[in-house]
């Protein structure tokens, strides 16, 4: 037997799940507060709250943790860090690189496209301006291969 979706029903039967249960203090014959409870732990896997982020971390430690956030598609929490850069170091051309092309990967990832785009086109807009000599060449290179890349793909 399965449901719309090709998956069979979960029947809730046997002693591993009355001892999943019980780990909540719930015991077969209370339905509605297993329910409280499965919908708790549900909706708390999904909050993800404001990062705190200590005022003395330094610029390579704030990449670090929004590289990890990235890698595990924490993209919330990696914009979190690299606003944060941008806000405490966004006056180095380039931590202003890094925190500026790696928004803009990001919202590549989430297929934002348009938003990826003018993130793309306003790091360029930077090595278009006279301090844009000094920016690291890096991310001038990545930003343009990225909009070479949206427009071949029609976004």
Same mark, same amino acid.
């Given at each position: 037997m399965s449901t719309q979706f090709g998956i069979p029903p979960v029947r809730g039967k046997g002693p591993a799940f009355d001892r999943f249960? $019980? &780990?909540?203090?719930?015991?077969r014959g209370k339905p509605?507060? $297993?329910?409280l409870v499965c919908a708790f732990l549900v909706l708390a896997s999904c909050? *993800? &709250?404001?990062?705190i982020i200590p005022q003395d971390m330094t610029p390579a430690k704030i990449i670090q943790r929004a590289q990890e956030a990235t890698d595990v598609n924490n993209y919330n929490r990696a914009l979190q860090y690299y606003a944060a850069l941008l806000e405490r170091y966004g006056s180095q051309g380039e931590y202003l690189c890094t925190g500026e092309?790696?928004? $803009?990967?990001i919202r590549y990832k989430q297929r934002k496209y348009s938003e990826a785009r003018r993130g793309f086109e306003n790091l360029l807009a930077l090595y278009?301006?006279?301090?844009?000599? *000094?920016l690291p060449a890096q991310f001038k290179v990545l930003a343009e291969k990225m909009l070479s890349q949206l427009a071949e793909r029609g976004h």
């Open positions: 249960l $019980a &780990g909540f203090g719930v015991r509605v507060r $297993a329910c909050v *993800s &709250g404001p990062v092309y790696e928004i $803009a990967f278009a301006e006279p301090e844009g000599e *000094s």
